[in-house]
């Protein structure tokens, strides 16, 4: 279905959102299973709350290679779980210490820190285990999008990133440094989830996977940008989490580098290259033009 059949943005996403997060409560152990506070606090983190971008993500490249909605949620369900399971561990004392993500109490103050360093634990598990339970993709296949997962994850990508972040504090950045590691950080895993979703469905040639890597790079990058910019200048409520924290830890962000104003133009410049990378899509790609507007002029 072309996105101009599927109805509005609004509707489409709306729908997927739907989707996904029936989904995570059919994939996520019921709250009744041995052991019950773990398993409660896995779904009081996953379910509930959030954007979805990494899932939206995923079904919008799934457009362009004809993807199995099986297939493609699945790989959204998981990509959700390690975001969720890396803000969990994100939130505790001896990483960032928040209190409050997506409007209601982090999951280390709803129950406590032990419970909260297991449910990442698990969440972790649970995703490979749900991107490996799945039988609508070709073997080869699934293994490179397992493998795929791991790598956006793990040292070289998303954990990594968060190790750079913490040894950074009160050191004076360049601003390659600080794409270096938001790239890593933030990045990994929506080129992941971008990637993911094309993987899912027919082959995509050495081109395609080219271009649909500049898209994902920037719109990886522009997210976190105008993460820093919202930071700094929303509110707690709005965010539905700790508004300043960055700036109040000395902390490296795009603003306190660039500045308020020079960093909203580059997030405008690279949602200008992310739609320019899916100029060999044509309409296919326009649910990935829309959700790269959505990461660049989002308020919240």
């Known amino acids: 279905m072309t996105a101009s059949a599927a109805g509005s943005f609004a509707g489409w996403m709306t729908a997927v959102q739907a ?10 152990p019921a709250a009744g299973t041995v052991p019950t506070k773990l398993h409660e606090a896995m779904r009081y983190t996953v379910l509930g709350g959030g954007k979805r971008v990494r899932p939206l993500l995923v079904f919008a490249a799934g457009e362009l290679s004809g993807a199995d909605p099986l297939a493609l949620e699945r790989a959204a369900a998981a990509v959700e779980m390690i975001h969720a399971y890396s803000l969990v561990h994100d939130d ?3 990483m960032d210490d ?3 993500r997506r409007g209601k109490p982090t999951v280390h103050v709803a129950y406590d ?3 909260a360093l297991l449910v990442g634990d698990a969440l972790q598990s649970q995703a490979f285990m749900v991107l490996a339970d799945g039988a609508t993709v070709p073997p080869q296949r699934q293994v490179a999008m397992l493998r795929l997962l791991a790598h956006a994850s793990g040292s070289a990508g998303m954990c990594g990133g968060q190790a750079i972040d913490l040894d950074s504090v009160g050191l004076p950045l360049t601003l390659e440094q600080l794409e270096q590691m938001h790239q890593l950080k933030t990045g990994a895993l929506l080129r992941a989830s971008v990637v993911l979703g094309a993987l ?9 996977l ?3 890597n500049v898209y994902a790079r920037a719109i990886g990058l522009a997210f976190q940008v ?4 919202l930071d700094a200048t929303a509110d707690s409520a709005t965010l539905g989490k700790t508004a300043g924290k960055d700036a109040a830890a000395n902390k490296p962000t795009y603003v306190s580098i660039l500045g308020l104003e020079p960093s909203r133009v580059l997030a405008e410049k690279l949602r200008v290259e992310a739609h320019a990378a899916l100029v060999p899509f044509g309409e296919k790609a326009e649910r990935l033009r829309q ?5 660049v002029q989002r308020k919240a």
Request: charged share 25%.
């Open 113 to 115: 820190e032990a419970t």
């Open 210 to 212: 080219a271009a649909l």
């Open 291 to 295: 959700l790269a507007d959505l990461i």
């Open 92 to 94: 505790m004392p001896c």
């Open 200 to 208: 899912a469905g027919g082959d995509l040639d050495d081109h395609q």
């Open 98 to 100: 928040d209190a409050l």
């Open 19 to 28: 989707h996904v997060e029936e989904a995570l409560g059919a994939f996520l």
């Open 226 to 229: 105008v993460d820093d910019v």
